[in-house]
């Protein structure tokens, strides 16, 4: 009525060596004593020396059980107890038993030495790391699982055959591991029995059912779609599926050369439709071009009708200046000749008024011949009896003869030029 042992513990003693009781069959008559019985035994001899009797003990030499890192050992029992089933109603594959009973033990042998009699109990290694197979010809993981997948082979709908090489990645939790070989038995069974006619199916089904070139075109879609359907199949026998690739695919020469045609003539559609756009694209970028030259002269247009019209504006102003200019000037000078006038015409009045309107005349005659550089010294001495008055008069008398062509003699007398 203790407390129930745990699977570790129980592996450990089971697994232990009770050999210190007689002395590892040296001493035969402890052995018989012990309770040992004629036959196989339970606990193997370990590395040392021993002196035996080879008529009671008969020995074969064996390898240690050796888990490395990334694995479990499976252990199925051949002795022990009645075997009494714990994985349950529900499990139908089989079943799993405690450590130290006949069957499947539930919990599994991790990384470590196990000194095992391989008559007794048969050891099932199982990869716990990612586990990575190929259906392809010459490439084999090292765990050798799959030595025996090939390419997959499938015909299309129109009758050509496809070769496709695969690689699946999958996982077997270390838990699950005694439950993934009580259904299968081994991990050898799980490759080519239950993985090889899940994946081989599916492809050849699905490109049964499809066009050459549509499997071609869709590849991507028929990996997840294959993807989704070995995670199913693997979930049943509760392996996880980490990945599905489709790594090659081997067309038909017929195909191969249809394709090729067809890709060649795709290409030149492009060529074609690619220099077009650039027959496109020239013509307008020249129209652009042609634009941008009008807008630029049309813009250099605007720019001398402006001009135009601002010097017009200009000299409009200036002839305007000009013309006020004049008009001021031309205002100015009148009133400056009407004072002129004014202050002569009030000389000659006050002259007038002084000397008489005769002398006043007189006067002023003698001063516009002064201006135009008359000669006043009198070349002819005139005498009268008038006075100052006469005598002037007489010297006018003869300049204005000699302007007229009158010639004076040395007599005095004047001769007008005849005919």
């Known amino acids: 009525g203790g407390a129930p042992v745990a699977n570790p513990q129980l592996i450990e003693t089971i697994l232990g060596s009770k050999n210190d009781q007689h002395k590892s069959y040296q001493d035969f008559q402890a052995f018989l004593d012990k309770g040992g019985k004629i036959g196989l035994q339970h606990d193997p001899l370990l590395y040392g020396a021993y002196n035996l009797n080879p008529f009671l003990v008969q020995v074969e030499q064996v390898p240690m059980l050796v888990v490395e890192q990334g694995q479990v050992a499976v252990i199925k029992s051949y002795v022990g107890l009645p075997t009494e089933d714990t994985s349950g109603a529900e499990f ?42 190929d259906w392809s010809q010459g490439v084999t993981g090292a765990h050798g699982l799959d030595a025996r997948l090939e390419p997959i082979v499938a015909k299309s709908r129109e009758g050509f055959i496809f070769t496709i090489d695969l690689q699946v990645l999958i996982h077997v939790p270390d838990t699950k591991a005694p439950r993934v070989i009580s259904m299968v038995g081994s991990m050898l069974n799980l490759v080519n029995e239950v993985l090889q006619a899940a994946v081989g199916n599916l492809f050849r089904d699905k490109l049964g059912g499809m066009e050459a070139v549509k499997f071609i075109q869709s590849r991507q879609t028929v990996q997840e779609e294959a993807m989704q359907h070995i995670l199913q199949q693997l979930a049943e026998y509760e392996v996880e599926t980490k990945g599905v690739y489709i790594q090659d695919v081997i067309l038909p020469q017929e195909l191969v050369g249809v394709l090729t045609k067809r890709e060649i003539a795709n290409q030149e559609i492009e060529t074609f439709k690619m220099q077009q756009k650039a027959q496109e694209q020239r013509v307008a970028t020249e129209a652009t071009t042609g634009k941008a030259e009008m807008q630029r002269d049309l813009a250099k247009s605007s720019i001398g009708i402006e001009i135009n019209k601002n010097n017009a504006d200009a000299r409009v102003e200036q002839a305007r200046g000009e013309s006020e200019f004049i008009k001021q000037t031309g205002t100015a000078e009148a009133d400056v000749i ?4 004014v202050a002569k015409a009030e000389g ?43 005598g002037l008069a007489a010297t006018l008398t003869r300049l204005l003869a000699g302007q007229a062509g009158v010639t004076s003699h040395p007599s005095g007398q004047s001769k007008l030029p005849g005919p």
């Open 338 to 341: 009407r004072a002129q006038g």
């Open 92 to 133: 139908k594959f089989g079943s799993l038993v405690k450590p130290g009973h006949r069957g499947i033990w539930e919990e599994p042998l991790r990384t470590g030495k196990y000194p095992i009699n391989p008559r007794i109990y048969q050891a099932e290694i199982v990869p716990t790391s990612i586990l990575k197979l």
């Open 348 to 390: 000659f009045k006050a002259q007038n008024e002084a000397i008489g309107s005769a002398s006043t005349a007189l006067v002023n005659v003698a001063t516009v011949l002064a201006d135009k550089g008359a000669q006043f010294v009198p070349q002819i001495l005139v005498l009268g009896g008038g006075g100052a008055v006469d």
